[in-house]
């Protein structure tokens, strides 16, 4: 008996092969050309290929299973507060940097955030630790706005295409990262609860005390963070190292032990007598760090959709190899039903999030009825592709099986993964009352998200914004009914947006079971019998050459 024979290894899918992200992905690509930015295809396609690279694959794998470690004293007993980091964290950073995936939308005129968008979205379907620097660093720049002698000093910086880790004054620096401090013990979604002090001194600086009880990505050269200046929230930066060289008191107490988001460290600080510089007018720091939460919310759902876009992906290319019951996975009806129904959600996803790409460049181009469409729809978007995204990623892992389990696997990475995007930068109900109020302030706001649905003449989608309207004028229920209006709003438009731009059948299988089906929309899997799963897969697949 050969004992190499019981370890012969069949019917398992081979890994995918290098491959370039944004070329083989023809939703990628036409969403791109939609938004009039196809240009940008040299910068998405180098980043693409790094993204489907084994190499950056490995990477990914590495930076979250060698996870960050905290160095609060050196050897002598001195203070030192330093995170640690797996070096491939750090070949992440200086590739998503160099890419330019945080600078592109500032750098570049018309265009600039569906730009942005290609670039991140491939990012999201690598790795999930590495974006969270990456798009505070992207959402600081209105922030800096609020602060002109500031955004003198550091808006060259962040926008450098430079990743220098090294603990430096900035302007010794590359580049920089920007992070944010907001959630305290007592309040993070009603940051009216902040207790950090602020002491004026004199010359303009301030020295602050407190404790922030989530700040993600402690070794950011700066921090955004709110403060009580006598008794209004008021916004403030925080260096991480003093203009002298050495280090603002910014204590690092511990990082948390988080579900996933592993290769990301996120920290409990302390500041006391931390130096920081005011940034807009003193009680108007809520309002000032909104703007940084807007943008980097519009992140968080090219983000979800990217992510979508990886778990879609693993599972395709799964059920294409993978044999049971003597047929390819693929074949088999109700598998076939799984994966179309998954490449609906992951299409419609996509296409949400362009169209607010496109809503944010025509807004920055002075369309005030796009203002009003990427104002809106930011949050409701938000809710509804970070609801959506973690039954993505555990419908993606069941196709691959017992191997979607395994850490191996990217598609367990992703699962743990998926819900963070949900809870930070605003909880679901706080952004489903955001919307609230954004409507309740605004006819002209529900009248863009109504225009926009209404691009696609369709009965269903009709009704549900109507009905969505009766639900927003009960003002006695409206509050608890407001999860049940955002959806109706979004799966409004996304039905809108798959009618206009994807394939006829597709989009019909999308409207059918998302608007009108009694059988369909609790799990994944359920699409009416007539949908054409097959063609619906086809055209799901990456085209790998
Ligand atoms: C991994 C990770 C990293 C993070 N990094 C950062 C960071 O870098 N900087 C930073 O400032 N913060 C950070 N956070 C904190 C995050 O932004 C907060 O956890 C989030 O805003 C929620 O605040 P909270 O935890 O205090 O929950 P709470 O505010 O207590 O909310 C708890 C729940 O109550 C709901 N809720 C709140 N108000 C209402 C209401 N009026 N009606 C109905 N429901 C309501 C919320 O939606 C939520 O579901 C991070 C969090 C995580 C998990």
């Not at 807007?294 to 190899?321: E, K, S």
């Not at 996975?329 to 490449?343: G, I, K, R």
């Amino acid at each position: 008996m050969n004992d190499a024979l019981t370890h012969e290894v069949l019917n398992q899918p081979p890994p995918v092969a290098d491959h370039d992200a944004f070329t083989a992905d023809p939703w990628l690509v036409a969403a791109v050309e939609r938004c009039g930015v196809a240009d940008v295809a040299p910068q998405a396609s180098a980043l693409g290929r790094f993204v489907g690279s084994a190499e950056a694959q490995r990477h990914a794998e590495l930076a979250n299973r060698e996870a960050p470690r905290l160095r609060t004293h050196d050897r002598f007993g001195n203070r030192v507060d330093e995170v640690e980091y797996h070096p491939s964290y750090h070949a992440l950073m200086e590739f998503g940097m160099e890419a330019g995936v945080h600078s592109i939308a500032w750098k570049r005129g018309r265009g600039g955030f569906s730009t942005h968008a290609a670039l991140f979205y491939l990012w999201n379907q690598l790795e999930q630790g590495t974006a969270c620097p990456v798009t505070m660093t992207f959402a600081s720049i209105p922030v800096f706005a609020h602060a002109p002698e500031l955004e003198r000093e550091w808006r060259a910086k962040v926008l450098a295409d430079a990743y220098d880790p090294r603990s430096l004054p900035h302007a010794g620096k590359r580049g920089v990262t920007i992070g944010m401090a907001m959630t305290e013990k007592q309040g993070g979604s009603d940051l009216r609860a902040v207790r950090t002090r602020a002491i004026a001194q004199p010359g303009g600086e301030y020295l602050l005390i407190g404790h922030k009880w989530f700040c993600s990505a402690p070794m950011s050269d700066a921090f955004f963070t709110l403060a009580r200046l006598e008794d209004k929230v008021t916004c403030f930066l925080v260096p991480r190292m003093l203009d002298d060289g050495s280090r603002n008191p910014f204590f690092i107490q511990r990082l948390k032990d988080k579900c996933g988001n592993r290769s990301n460290a996120s920290a409990e600080i302390e500041y006391r007598g931390t130096h920081a510089r005011l940034v807009g007018e003193p009680g108007r720091g809520i309002a000032t760090l909104i703007e940084m939460a807007h943008h980097t919310r519009f992140d968080i759902v090219v983000g979800a959709a990217g992510m979508m876009r990886a778990a879609l992906n693993a599972a395709v290319h799964h059920a294409h190899h993978r044999e049971a019951f003597g047929r390819k996975l693929e074949q088999q009806p109700l598998m076939a039903n799984v994966l179309a129904d998954l490449a609906l959600e992951t299409e419609a996803a996509l296409l949400l999030a362009f169209r607010l790409a496109q809503a944010f460049d025509d807004a920055r181009a002075g369309d005030a009825k796009a203002n009003e469409l990427q104002r809106a729809l930011t949050p409701i978007a938000k809710y509804w592709l970070c609801k959506r995204l973690p039954p993505v990623a555990l419908e993606a892992m069941e196709c691959l099986g017992g191997n979607g389990y395994v850490e191996e696997s990217a598609a367990a990475r992703l699962y743990r993964e998926a819900p963070l995007n949900g809870i930070w930068e605003g909880s679901a109900n706080v952004i489903c009352l955001d919307v609230l109020r954004a409507l309740s302030r605004s006819d002209a706001a529900f009248a863009a998200l109504a225009d926009e649905s209404a691009a696609a003449p369709d009965p269903r989608i009709r009704r549900r914004i109507e009905w969505a309207a009766a639900r927003l004028a009960d003002r006695a229920t409206a509050e608890s009914d407001a999860r049940s209006v955002v959806e109706a709003l979004a799966l409004g438009i996304e039905a809108s947006l798959m009618l206009r731009f994807s394939d006829p059948s597709a989009a019909e299988a999308f409207c059918v079971s998302r608007l009108d089906s009694p059988g369909s929309g609790r799990a994944f899997g359920t699409l009416p019998g007539a949908a054409n799963c097959g063609s619906i897969v086809e055209r799901a697949r990456l085209r790998l050459g």
